[in-house]
């Protein structure tokens, strides 16, 4: 083991103790120190989930990227174990970017990662160069290939840049051969993501472009996922400057579901419908495990790169991952819905049906920082339709994160400007979502620092970071005009 990975590991050990008390998620995987972002090499392995995580132990700003890693049974309870990579080679000095995993038949686990390397351009500047790397190992330890890299800008396809070449996704083919997809854009910087096959992982191939930007989604694409479902073929994929259209992408740094048809004949990927994956505030790079039952889950890096480097460089960690989502394709559309796991740490159950809102509201035993709540509104019967319904939780005299939805525009908004953060960041976003007749239903997750909205079962989802303070835990319940609903709601008990 290198010095600087044995020096890592050290310092998160020691750190770790020290921040031991510090509010945190709790049961959203955050950083075990410093800075996290982008999930890498979800997989399950020996029996257990595995999520390595972009980290920068030594401070909680981006900074040279090291592996994170934790393990956890139900994807809700992490474990952190050592740091797993860390930048120490002449083909990596710079950072170990985002990566993936898969099992050997051997029962080994191998890592395929990009590897950086800054280097002084003829005019003074610098840039990163960036390769594909892999590194094996028993779950804890890895070693780096010797023959790394695996990938470099000869295994591009005409104007690849190779300072846009990162973020590969590996999978196995059903043949037991290996194939994974990789971001990368053309010289004027258009994302595209390039295919390469390989039949034992470490001698690669360029197969072909599986699909190119030509202008429509942002500039570079990073973090590409792609795979089977529901009889469909889909893409999830980060592009970098994002401009909005009507109210899909949003968020600068977006993310875009691409679901399709794959002919594999030919490897071709036949483009039908794209959407956002997330329409909220914090989300992007998502990445997706097949689980032991078969079901297709999907975590992402709840931040948003636009105000992610706003905290003081003091703070001790920063950071936090979504929570797992089951996903599913229905009708042409990404379906989301939390773990089914939650459901298990789900305890004292309040509900009331047909309640009648017709202004501010506060309704016995609703309250809690870590809530799972599902609501469902609709008109009251023989009323004018209601104009705003609005629900109000980590709330106190002074702090309120909110949810609200306007049945004659069918528009849902998540508000946290007034949750806790000290600074000018964007504190709204609002989504299209469909409603008829103002009828709508939401399934909200609050954790510590975060608000999740699944919509409709899971049609659109909302992700949000907040910063307010733990002891705001009131809920409130708000309509102009005359609305009904029916409240379910269970505390999320994270020792259950
Ligand atoms: C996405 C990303 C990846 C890169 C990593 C670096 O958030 O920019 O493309 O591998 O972060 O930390």
């Not at 495990?289 to 920063?318: K, Y």
Request: net charge negative; hydrophobic share 35%.
């Amino acid at each position: 083991m290198s010095q600087i990975l044995r020096d890592a590991r050290k310092y998160e050990e020691t750190r770790e103790r020290q921040i031991k008390d510090e509010p945190r998620p709790a049961f959203h995987l955050s950083t075990r120190v410093g800075w996290l972002n982008d999930p890498n090499g979800f997989a399950y392995y020996n029996g257990e989930y595995h999520l390595f995580y972009q980290y920068h132990p030594y401070n909680s700003h981006w900074g040279p990227m090291h592996w994170g890693h934790a393990v956890s049974s139900d994807l809700l309870h992490w474990k952190y174990l050592p740091a797993a990579l860390a930048p120490d080679t002449d083909y990596d000095r710079d950072g170990c970017f985002s990566g993936s995993a898969v099992s050997l038949d051997d029962g080994r686990q191998m890592l395929m990662y990009t590897g950086v390397v800054k280097e002084t351009q003829p005019d003074g500047s610098t840039r990163e160069v960036q390769r594909q790397c892999i590194a094996i190992g028993d779950g804890t330890d890895y070693v780096k290939y010797p023959g790394n890299p695996v990938l470099d800008e000869n295994d591009l396809p005409e104007g690849g840049s190779r300072f846009d070449f990162r973020d590969p996704k590996i999978w196995r083919a059903p043949d037991g051969t290996f194939r994974c997809v990789a971001g990368n854009c053309t010289p004027d910087k258009d994302g595209r993501i390039l295919l390469f096959s390989s039949e034992d992982g470490l001698k690669w191939k360029f197969e072909k472009t599986l699909i190119s930007n030509n202008g429509r989604f942002g500039r570079m694409w990073e973090c590409p996922d792609f795979f089977e479902l529901d009889g469909k073929q889909v893409l999830l994929v980060s592009p970098q400057d994002m401009l909005p259209q009507g109210f899909e992408y949003h968020n600068g740094n977006g993310t875009v579901c691409i679901i399709g048809n794959y002919d594999s004949e030919t490897d071709t990927f036949i483009e039908e419908k794209n959407q956002a994956i997330d329409y909220g505030i914090d989300f992007y790079a998502p990445q997706t495990v097949v689980a032991p039952d078969g079901r297709r889950i999907m975590i992402g890096w709840m931040q948003n790169w636009d105000t992610c480097n706003l905290h003081s460089p003091e703070r001790s960690w920063f950071g936090q991952m979504s929570l797992p989502r089951e996903l599913s394709v229905k009708n042409g559309r990404l379906i989301q819905k939390p773990v089914r796991e939650l459901e298990q740490m789900r305890t004292n159950k309040v509900s009331y049906e047909n309640v009648e809102v017709s202004d501010v509201i506060r309704l016995d035993g609703m309250k809690g920082r870590r809530i799972d709540m599902e609501l469902t509104l609709r008109p009251a019967e023989g009323e004018e339709l209601y104009r705003k319904f609005a629900v109000r939780f980590a709330q106190n005299d002074t702090c309120h994160t909110a949810v609200s939805f306007r049945p004659h525009e069918s528009i849902l908004k998540v508000d946290r400007k007034f949750s806790g953060s000290r600074r000018a960041i964007i504190h709204q976003r609002r989504s299209l979502v469909n409603s008829v007749n103002g009828r709508i239903t939401m399934r909200i997750i609050l954790d510590n620092f975060s608000v999740e909205i699944f919509v409709n079962n899971g049609e659109h989802v909302l992700s949000a970071t907040l910063y307010t303070d733990l002891s705001a835990d009131g809920i409130l319940f708000y309509s102009d005009g005359k609305a009904v609903i029916d409240v379910v709601k269970y505390d999320l008990d994270f020792e259950a």
